[in-house]
């Protein structure tokens, strides 16, 4: 079985600060990871995939996630905040299926 | 551009109906998808496709049936809709490959009255 785990289902951030979102995934095949962003009222966009390449993978708006085996964890970050950001994050892992499972996801405020 | 098109933004229908949702992709993909979204449970699986005619039940079937008719096009049938079907739902497609992402459509908001 696969599942996914993001810890904190609200973070909130001043703007210009630092953004991190966990995500812990349990597999016991390499597995594939993803981070999706979704706007108010809108489907999701993806931000960034994991493919077994580099374990440091940079995405859209800034964003990038480091990919820690060992740790079994995707977490996701952004250096400085901006308004813009405020959205949900869904963290997903998908296995041999293509199927994709997610987590419960995170809502990212960000104060002026 | 890649795109996945939902048939409607906003549904309101009564307890009972038979609700079809609409999906149309227009990328050739093999794979689409039916998710449902609920705050605070993200996306649930309902019914995956690989295929025309091909379907597999997803983590949360109980109350739905698909129909892929055309490899563009995948339905959602709500055969007796209830109020516990309110939700948003977000239908997805992507190619036969493992590391590849998934494309969403707009999602479609379902109030069942």
């Known amino acids: 079985a696969q599942s996914v785990t993001q810890l904190g289902s609200h973070v909130s951030v001043s703007e210009g600060a630092l953004v991190l979102l966990r995500c812990n995934y349990s597999?016991?095949?390499?597995?594939?990871l993803f981070w999706y962003v979704q706007y108010p009222n809108q489907g999701l966009q993806l931000l960034l995939k994991?493919?077994?390449?580099?374990?440091l993978v940079k995405g859209i708006n800034g964003f990038e996630a480091e990919f820690k085996k060992s740790e079994t964890s995707f977490h996701l970050t952004k250096p400085s905040a901006h308004m813009s950001d405020a959205a949900e994050y869904f963290c997903a892992v998908s296995l041999n299926d293509y199927k994709l499972s997610f987590g419960a996801g995170t809502t990212v405020t960000v104060r002026a | 551009d890649v795109k996945v098109t939902q048939s409607s933004r906003y549904l309101v229908k009564r307890t009972g109906e038979k609700v079809f949702l609409e999906c149309v992709q227009d990328m050739d993909h093999e794979n689409m998808f039916w998710y449902r979204q609920d705050p605070g449970l993200g996306l649930r699986l309902i019914y995956f496709s690989y295929d025309v005619k091909m379907k597999e039940k997803g983590d949360i079937p109980e109350g739905y049936s698909v129909s892929r008719e055309k490899k563009e096009r995948f339905s959602l049938i709500l055969e007796s809709a209830s109020t516990n079907q309110t939700s948003m739902y977000l239908c997805?497609?992507?190619?036969?490959?493992?590391?590849?992402?998934?494309?969403f459509g707009q999602g479609t908001r379902l109030t069942v009255v």
């Open positions: 994991y493919t077994s390449a580099a374990t």
């Open positions: 597999s016991s095949v390499p597995p594939y």
């Open positions: 997805a497609s992507s190619p036969f490959s493992r590391n590849t992402e998934a494309f």
